[in-house]
């Protein structure tokens, strides 16, 4: 297994729509391994392929606080959306940063298992807001596109500021929290 590198807002990269998976193999079950070990090392509770530079609509996500439930969802699509809840969100590639975000408080998921044997998922709360969050991933959407233009151009100055700072000092110094 092998850690991989996250991509950060404002990456370009972050925006591109993954590919459905056409075959699932040796190759993208690696690939799959390598998800999980860099999700639970972030530490992070979900990631999707696209945060790891690969055009894949795959995501990984383990809600739970043992991290033993690694849930694996590739070709996922929500198909059923209820409720609203409004909760408290962050993401690997926009590091400390939070934001609260409206999300259907339960979706009913379909998608393929790590086998490549389709699956549904019925989820609610923490699952449910994860599952929403990484699929946005998929489609080139970012948490914070559910925030203001003002708020999220800020942000995005804050995280530019402290790339240059973090940049510009000795090696082992950390930028400044935002």
């Known amino acids: 297994m092998a850690l991989l590198d996250i991509l950060h807002f404002p990456d370009p990269r972050l925006r591109r729509k993954a590919l459905p998976v056409e075959v699932v193999d040796d ?16 530490p ?8 790891v530079n690969i055009l894949q609509q795959v995501a990984v996500i383990d809600v739970s606080e043992d991290k033993n439930e690694p849930r694996c969802l590739i070709n996922p699509n929500i198909i059923e959306r209820e409720g609203e809840e409004e909760m408290r969100e962050g993401c690997l590639s926009v590091p400390e940063i939070f934001a609260h975000v409206k999300r259907a408080q339960k979706v009913t998921v379909e998608a393929l298992d790590l086998e490549g044997k389709p ?3 019925e989820a609610e709360g923490l699952l449910a807001v994860c599952i ?47």
Do not use: C, N
């Open 27 to 42: 190759a993208l079950k690696k690939t799959v391994e390598d998800m999980f070990e860099t999700m639970y090392d972030a």
């Open 44 to 51: 992070g509770i979900g990631l999707a392929a696209t945060q």
């Open 119 to 121: 699956m549904t998922l």
């Open 132 to 178: 929403q969050h990484e699929i946005d991933h998929l489609q080139g959407k970012l948490f914070i596109d559910y925030l203001s233009p003002l708020k999220r151009d800020r942000l995005k100055k804050k995280l530019l500021k402290a790339q240059k700072t973090a940049q510009t000092e000795p090696s082992g110094a950390r930028a400044p929290s935002l």
